[in-house]
């Protein structure tokens, strides 16, 4: 059974890179018929979807949400069997509780998410 | 981008007792919707797909229902641990989560 665990620096400068690394641990990140993605919920507000990277190619396919104009990038670290969120120039907006999510594929009509870390709190502060 | 709306965004209710939770969509869905239960502190958990499939493990007193625009979460009987924020999901075009609603201790 695939486990996720969200790591990284829970305190970001504004204007500065969040980058959070989700570990995977029971199986292969390439073998396990899944697209990984990352999902947020602000203070607050509701849950946010972020983005998501497959494992097809040499580096997978990513898809990201429009809300995040360009400053994500989602990426495989096959080596150490994990995914990594990199979240350029960020504002107080983006503090938020993240998670990591994995989709299995293919999946039936909206059981998009069946697999998620526990998540970790990150704040933007200057 | 398709907007999810829930109503109500908190309700309250006495263990025992029929709640039941309403989830809009901007436009036609079919059955691709989800509803998740978040308690704070740990990872959200998959309740219900397809609209009114209940995910392996999940209690029989929670049921979903719906197509197209209109969906229905409905847990009969609350139980202690039910208390939580439930947020709808559609993967129909992206991921797009409704905004929750809170079940409260009345």
């Known amino acids: 059974q695939l486990h996720l665990q969200e790591s990284g620096p829970q305190l970001v400068e504004t204007s500065q890179t969040l980058s959070l690394t989700c570990a995977v641990s029971?199986?292969?990140?390439?073998?396990?018929?899944?697209?990984w993605s990352w999902i947020r919920r602000p203070a607050g507000e509701g849950l946010e979807w972020l983005g998501f990277?497959?494992?097809?190619?040499?580096?997978?396919?990513?898809s990201y949400s429009p809300s995040l104009n360009r400053r994500a990038t989602i990426s495989l670290d096959t080596s150490r069997n994990q995914f990594i969120l990199r979240l350029r120039s960020v504002t107080a907006a983006d503090t938020a509780f993240y998670y990591c999510?994995?989709?299995?594929?293919?999946?039936?009509?909206?059981?998009?998410?069946?697999?998620w870390g526990p998540g970790m709190p990150v704040t933007v502060s200057s | 981008a398709i907007q999810l709306t829930q109503s109500p965004s908190s309700v309250s209710g006495s263990v025992g007792d029929r709640v039941t939770i309403a989830c809009r969509t901007s436009?036609?869905?079919?059955?691709?919707l989800a509803w998740f239960q978040h308690k704070p502190g740990i990872a959200p958990r998959l309740i219900i797909f397809?609209?009114?499939v209940l995910e392996r493990g999940v209690p029989e007193r929670f049921s979903g229902s719906g197509s197209g625009t209109d969906f229905t979460l409905t847990i009969r009987s609350l139980q202690p641990e039910d208390f939580a924020t439930y947020y709808c999901?559609?993967?129909?075009?992206?991921?797009?989560f409704g905004q929750g609603t809170k079940l409260e201790i009345k």
């Open positions: 999510a994995g989709m299995r594929v293919p999946h039936a009509p909206g059981r998009a998410f069946d697999l």
């Open positions: 999901l559609t993967d129909y075009n992206d991921y797009t």
């Open positions: 436009q036609d869905i079919r059955n691709n």
């Open positions: 029971g199986g292969s990140i390439v073998g396990a018929s899944y697209y």
């Open positions: 397809s609209a009114s």
């Open positions: 990277v497959s494992t097809s190619g040499a580096t997978g396919y990513t």
